[in-house]
């Protein structure tokens, strides 16, 4: 069995560009955001629990309503609670059906912010944090998503602190913008 290696990060941390170079060094890596999104639409338990909590307009139209989904979400650590207890059981379902279809691989990864939050702990090996100062963070995030600082900040309030991540984590990757990447990313492998 393959060895699960959980990558968190806060928002705007580099978590994706840690993927992606473990991805080029053949090590498959469960996208949490994507297949997250992908299940919303696709696995109708989610879909039922989705419409009972926010209403039928949370899938207007046959498309997910992102807008009232992430201000519900983030409005407030009980409703992201319950948006999760909806939703994560699948995402953890769905992480270990996607690990056994790779069992030829040593190493899986799974990215996800909220790696440790939602209570993935259990279902990975080891946890890698890439982490950024607060201010690279920011400035990240609002670049990629166009979003204004202040939704960026109520995004990293919700999250949990990247010092408590830290001292959960089994090993760190500094993603600050002057510490490289890919010797952190070997020494990381060859740690294991």
Known sequence: ???????????GSGKSVVSRLLEVMDV???ISDLETRRLMMSDESIRRGLI?????EVYAGGCLNKPL??????GGETQ???VNGIVHPRVKDDFCRW???RSKHSL???ESAILLEAGFRREVDLVLMVYAPLEVRIRRAVQRDTSSREQIEQRIRCQMDDEEKR???DYVIVNDGDSPLIPQVLAFLSSI
């Open 69 to 74: 989904l992430a201000s519900y979400l983030f």
């Open 80 to 82: 992201a609670l319950r």
């Open 99 to 101: 690990c056994g279809e």
């Open 1 to 11: 069995m393959a060895i699960r290696i959980g990558i968190t990060g806060g928002i």
């Open 108 to 110: 899986v990864g799974m």
């Open 167 to 169: 001292r959960q984590a």
């Open 52 to 56: 009972s909590l926010l209403g039928e």
């Open 28 to 30: 498959p890596v469960y």
